[in-house]
């Protein structure tokens, strides 16, 4: 095989900044939502506990305190839950996650080595699951997507490992 | 599983290979141990006679539990070649059983240890990719079984994918490309973790004035030493003592150049680097013989480092890295197994040139131009977060509390802070030229990874809100051997490395591994 070695033309590259992210399923938000009463909600009854025991006004500080705690902390968990965002290329997946620190992550097809698809009770009760990709090197998850329908996540998972087949190395 | 069934042909390593165990087993009982040993060491320093026959005993113990553990990890250690695989089990509490398919093998290594050689046995090892899998031992095997054993693994990974001239070539004899020789390899020594044997030479020094006086505690029931201190110690005063353990230290500092060279001439004397067809080839060791193999197809990454010693005397170390299981992400630039890089020492600029073209074909380090990161706003967020806040905690605190003059150290620190700082920004570097990227990192020294493009993994692209308005950005590139992280990017630089290096990896059709 003669080796070619063409010049390329940088602006004509693919452009990944202008990939447009599909927002993750609307099922994710409400399960996120879930998952934050789930977690405080115990807590908050818990906080009423010191009161009720000394009957001192003063210690309603803590259930007020644990509110202002979870309201911030829930509001921002279901803020990263809405910026998250994946689009499939016909190479490569892209996902976007992160209020603040705003990440992309792009993996090619090619480079996939397999694919995970998991989910949890309460993912199930929405109907949810997880996507896991992992390639060489990491010991761990190079890619997680959460919040994707199962049928959805399915369908992704068949369609990289179908496409990272057929770009394999033929 | 056809594989477990009966009829295969286990074969177990030579008895020999006990000794393989046993040093495996102590290795990693002192790594881990480290801090326990030290302990005892103390204790055992302090404890009376006694006590210490207690200590004996419990050595003893231990090492009796060792040999027997060994020879059970022998026993059970048993391999099988078969349909271009390698099978193996092994364990003794915890069994296992392992297959590996050529195809998967990255490279392979003989080597000869010294209490192996009268028996003309060898240590084959095989070094693997992908998530789960490890390095394989075969410890105890005959030298030419082994040999004959590489040869087979080697022709037998991808065959197919080699042109027809690389398969003449590889009928052709092996030529040498490069050999150092033992004052060659000194210097690597010298060059090699001088930062970190400079650093344990601080410590002790300075940090661990505890363990320095147990250490001289326990000097003392040596008897030259005793000599020696009573000697010094016939001043009878404190000063004496203090001289005492700097000039410990300083015998520290001035021994751990030493056991680094010493180290390097035990591990890499007679390097020789031979190259047939697109197999490359190293051995090199003065007591135990170690010979390597990785085909060119299998380099991740060349990994070029010169710190201030190498610089000194012009010579550059360079690395080829390989992909490896759990090397990658997180873990940053060290390789978690020496297994999984491969030296090529102290190297001359126009020995490197032609090594570089070498091992990566078209390429051309000296047309490379790096771009810079943006500096205001690395130094910027270094200094605003991390350095004044702590600074100014503490300045504040002694200035109202101690005298107002503490004020002067602030200016100070921050004065040195941004030298660092400007000083790494000076080093920190990208570029991308034809099929390969480059990135250059560095404090005091200089590290340069070079990569074909299409071997990338997979490329994050982060920012923070404050990056966004400034059109910043933090680019990660994960190879398959390890990460490399370039921050405070311009955004359109970012995102032209990332397209580009995308399209090299979905465009082209070459196996990555």
Redesign the interface.
Known sequence: MAFINPQLEIERLPVADEIVMEPMDEAYRREVQTQQIIIWLPLLLASFVPFLLAQIYFLLVIPVIALVLAALVSRLVVKMAAVKGIALRTHDIAYQSGFHWRKTVILAFNRVQHVEVSSGPLQRKFGLATLKFFTAGGSSVDLKVDGLKRERAEQIRAHVLNKSNSTDFA | MTNTAAGLNWQRTSPIAVVFFLMRTVRTIGVNGLPAIAVVLALYAKSDDSNQHLFILGLLVLTIMSVIGSALAWLRFRFCIIDERVLLRSGVLHREELSVEFDRIQNISIREPIYMRPFDLALLSIDT???SKKEIVLAGIRKNVAISLRETILSKTRVKDE?DEARENNQADPSVLLSRSGKEIAIYGLTVNFIMWFLIAIGALFGAHDMTENIIVWLTKNSWIKDLISMAQSDSNAISNGLIIIGLGLVMLLLLPLISVIGALFRHYGYRLSVEGETYRKTSGLLSRHDESIKRHKIQALVLKQNFIARWFNRTNMHLRM????????QGQLPSRPGSTFLVPALFPEELAALISEFLP?CELDKVEFSSINLRRFASIFLGFFVLPPTLLVTSIFAILVSWKFIIILPLAIAIAWSVLYRIWQKTGYATV??YGFVRQGFIGTRITIFPLFK??????????GQ?RRSLAHLTI??????LKIPYMPATDA??F???L??R??SS?????
């Open positions: 990719a992908g998530s042109s992909a490896s299981a759990g090397s990658g992400a997180q078209t034809g099929q990338a993994q997979r490329v994050d692209f982060r920012q923070t809100p966004r994960h190879l398959a051997s390890h990460s995102n032209a990332r397209d580009l995308l399209y990896v979905e059709n070459q196996p990555w591994y």
